[in-house]
């Protein structure tokens, strides 16, 4: 008898010890991302396109489950939407905004005013200063007119300033409306939804570097102009070779929450294919970066929204841009949630 309960017991810490240990390795919650994220005040997204949403269950059914937002991968940009000068094409934006709203999911829209994926007939009119205003002026009129009360968030500017220097870009807004396009298209877009919430966005802006300073310059400048400006999006496209300190991105984005904006991460996912060391080694390296660039952000300052650019290694563009094969996301191919998917759980639970 008393053999039997010694082994209970010694039976009993065993299962108590193992089940800790698992649980400090991945978190044993059963709460989704979005259930913890609610617990912390920060909205978590992804990107997305509507096949996905809408042809994919396993997709959709991630998405809904742990998510509260949805980006449109590419729907919105100015080439998809607006193709031909006086033709609209609504269709797939329209499918994901539907999708969204009828399963408790927001909407960011991205992007208005950008120089990437802009169609051939735009830069037709670019030696045409009053052209090119009235071009803006209609696509962002007409764009956030369309999805008022329904896109909670606008990415207005996207990706305005330099890498090498932090100066304005040249784009082709730059240059034939002048520094005057930012005001011009904030203004507009909040007459056309006054309620939704207007964002400047940029990659490469979550260490410091002359980029990030630019883009310091540039919010320090909307704020004495009074552009209409609610926050800033940090993509945080990351490297797993060479992934950004805990303290730097702090201090980084707590100067520009100084400023009276929101800050977003928009974007986020890693690169693998530059790291060195096994698939497994890679996983656990990718999860301590997922860990540690979200836990770091829950301590900045008006922090409210952690949108990753996609969700399952099986449908990312870095594989596509880069020609490699990439796993920068929480899911795998099978849509198992990976080590980083955990490492996000581990942030949220201050971990
Ligand atoms: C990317 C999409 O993921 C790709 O499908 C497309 O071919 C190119 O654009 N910064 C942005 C996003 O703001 O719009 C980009 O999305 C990724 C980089």
């Known amino acids: 008898m008393r053999v039997q309960k010694t082994y209970w017991t010694v039976a ?4 108590i010890a193992v089940y800790s240990f698992a649980g400090s390795l991945n978190t044993n919650t059963g709460l989704s991302l979005k259930e913890l994220g ?6 978590i997204g992804t990107t997305a396109t ?9 997709f959709s059914d991630i998405a809904v489950r742990e998510f509260d937002i949805v980006t449109p991968e590419n729907a919105m940009k100015f080439g998809n939407i607006h193709r031909t000068e006086k033709a609209y094409d609504f269709g797939e934006a329209d499918a994901i905004v539907d999708f969204c709203l009828s399963n408790n999911l927001k909407v960011r829209g991205h992007t208005l005013v950008w120089h990437t994926q802009l169609p051939g007939w735009v830069e037709i009119f670019k030696n045409d200063k009053g052209r090119m205003k009235k071009i803006m002026k209609d696509h962002i009129k007409t ?27 040249e784009t082709v807004w730059y240059k034939s409306i002048g520094k005057e396009y930012f005001k011009l298209a904030f203004k507009w877009a909040r007459e056309a939804d006054p309620k939704a919430k207007l964002f400047y966005n940029d990659y490469a802006s979550e260490i410091f570097s002359k980029k990030s300073d630019g883009i310091y310059a540039l919010m320090q400048y909307f704020k004495k102009e009074h552009i209409p400006i609610d926050g800033i999006g940090f993509q945080m496209h990351l490297d797993l070779a060479n992934p950004p300190s805990r303290e730097v991105i702090v201090s980084n984005l707590n100067r520009f929450a100084d400023l009276g904006l929101e800050i977003h991460v928009t974007e986020m996912d890693v690169k693998t294919m530059d790291f060195k060391g096994t698939k ?12 540690d660039v979200f836990a770091a952000c829950l301590s900045v300052k008006n922090f409210k929204n952690f949108t990753l650019w996609g969700l399952t290694d099986k449908y990312t563009w870095l594989s596509l841009t880069y020609g490699s094969v990439n796993y920068p996301l929480i899911f795998d191919n099978q849509y198992k949630p990976k080590e980083s998917y955990y490492g996000m759980k581990r942030a949220l639970e201050g971990m």
């Open 38 to 43: 609610a617990k912390r005040n920060v909205l």
């Open 12 to 15: 009993l810490m065993l299962l």
């Open 143 to 169: 764009v956030v007119g369309h999805y008022k009360g329904k896109v909670a968030y606008w990415d207005v500017v996207n990706e305005a300033v330099r890498d090498e220097d932090g100066e304005l870009r």
């Open 280 to 291: 497994k080694q890679m996983e656990k390296a990718l999860a301590q970066v997922y860990q």
């Open 50 to 58: 509507a096949w996905q949403l809408i042809q994919d269950g396993a």
